[in-house]
């Protein structure tokens, strides 16, 4: 076994497809979290946006994710900026909806309190609403990385290298160590990095009692 492991490994460069898969997931996870977040704070700000925006969201996520990549191709071709534009698409609600939930939903006495000694409101939304929202907003964090890497593994299918070309490989060969063994690794980096984002949303629910 170990060595079959180590043989696909080599054979299928799995190093260097791992740094290009984390290379696509950050890029894609990076620009899902600032938009995500900034639609968030948008749609707060302006509530009556704020159902059409998600409508709108709600309806990307519909697409099937092989289809979107299909639909992307002639705008960004093949490779890894479709396949980051995909995973960017399906990963933005998450985090928007959350960021909207968590803001319109801190406990009014604190607002109160925070009015009663004179914050203002962009004050009130830094040091009160954005930090008790944090638990939330951790909690779409974690459904944008596991959005991510799905999307990403998909890539492979249109030449985005990562993870996903070995697992192609595999399936077209019909080798099955390689489908396996990429797969399985595939399926441990994501419950690494899901993890850490628990870990990071368990300390800010304690932090902030959410």
């Keep these: 076994m170990i060595e079959t492991l180590i043989k696909v490994w080599q054979s299928q460069y799995l190093f ?17 979290l600032a938009i995500g977040l900034l639609v968030g704070i948008i749609i ?3 509530p009556k946006s704020a159902n059409p925006v998600l409508n709108i969201l709600n309806a990307s996520e519909t697409i099937p994710t092989l289809a979107l990549l299909i639909i992307l191709l002639p705008l960004f ?11 960017i698409i399906y990963s933005i609600l998450p985090v928007a909806r959350n960021t909207y939930t968590g803001l319109t939903g801190v406990n009014k006495n604190l607002i ?16 009160v609403r954005f930090p008790m929202a944090l638990p ?8 944008a990385i596991v959005f991510t890497m799905a999307v990403v593994t998909l890539g492979g299918l249109i030449a985005a290298g990562g993870l996903g070309a070995p697992l192609q490989t595999g ?8 489908i396996l063994i990429v797969g399985l ?6 419950v690494i990095l899901d993890l850490g984002a628990a870990i990071i949303e368990k300390a800010l629910k304690a932090r902030y009692g959410r």
Excluded: Q
């Design 16 to 32: 260097s497809r791992t740094i290009e898969h984390l290379y696509m997931f950050s890029i894609a996870l990076i620009f899902s």
């Design 44 to 46: 707060y700000s302006k």
């Design 77 to 87: 071709g093949i490779g890894m900026a479709p396949t980051i534009v995909a995973s």
């Design 112 to 127: 109160e309190i925070s009015n009663a000694i004179g914050l203002s409101e962009r004050e009130i939304m830094i040091k």
């Design 136 to 143: 939330l907003i951790a909690g779409g964090v974690r459904i």
């Design 171 to 178: 399936i077209n060969l019909y080798d099955v160590n390689i």
């Design 185 to 190: 690794w595939i399926g441990l980096l994501a």
